[in-house]
């Protein structure tokens, strides 16, 4: 496993690969995240993939239904994220099979994946994409895991922090990268970073801003840099409905 993982991080990966491999039949048909994010941008609309989680290790918490959150965002995300990490975000695989009784939309599992039976799990309980952290895998670990990925047809969102992320990374030429602003060592944020970072992602991926977007001009900074998607967590967790000020945040931007 890879070099100076954080006390939190390093339980959730022993953790992890000590999960069960969830064997249920899949019982919705796959769906495609880049091509919903292509659909919103054809529109002149940023995508937003909304995000259902219960608790972060940055200190947040909430008590919102699922049922409920998903009810309120269906209508106007281009994807949903699906915490299934138990410890630190208080998630599960429950959660995820809920989502995809309720949606067709592209969904993706949120995680830290670190085996392949957390890849089949994802698979089968109903995820279309699954979230491959680059800063916690070597190379041989990232690149296997992402070819297993694609053997089961699940679309693969590789994240980075920084450019050592980004160049192991590009080794596989991604269809989809997510450059997430705040630190797994810190978990500070900081957008100035992630922009940075954004501007040096090719613009053949399709590229995914990840956590603190607040605002509309959050977005609205972003994309005039290339971005073409967002997925937003915390703000949307408390005020679901901010999910329409955003979607619309560039489109009708002077």
Known sequence: MPIHLNDWVSQIVK????RPNIRI????????????????NSIGSPAIIAEYKRKSPSGFNS?????????????CAAGVSILTEELYFGGSYINLVTAASMLDLPI???DFIVC??????????????????ATILTEKELEKLYEFSKRLRLEVVIEIHDENDLEKALALEPSIIGINARSLKTLEVSLENAARVL????K?????????????????MFMKKGANAFL???????????????????????
């Open 63 to 75: 008590n919102t239904p699922l049922r409920d959150y998903i009810n309120t965002i269906r209508w």
């Open 108 to 110: 993706l599992m949120k």
């Open 15 to 18: 953790h992890n690969m000590s």
């Open 204 to 220: 053949r991926c399709i590229r995914i801003v990840e956590s603190g977007i607040k605002s509309s001009r959050d977005i609205q």
């Open 25 to 40: 039949e899949r019982f919705r048909p796959l769906q495609s995240l880049f091509k919903s994010i292509e659909v919103f």
């Open 232 to 254: 937003i967590g915390t703000t949307l967790m408390r005020d679901p409905l901010s999910l329409f000020e955003f979607a619309n945040a560039y489109r009708y931007s002077a």
């Open 116 to 133: 392949e039976k957390q890849l089949e799990t994802a698979y089968n309980i109903g995820a279309d994409v699954v979230l491959l952290i």
């Open 199 to 202: 501007e040096k992602v090719p």
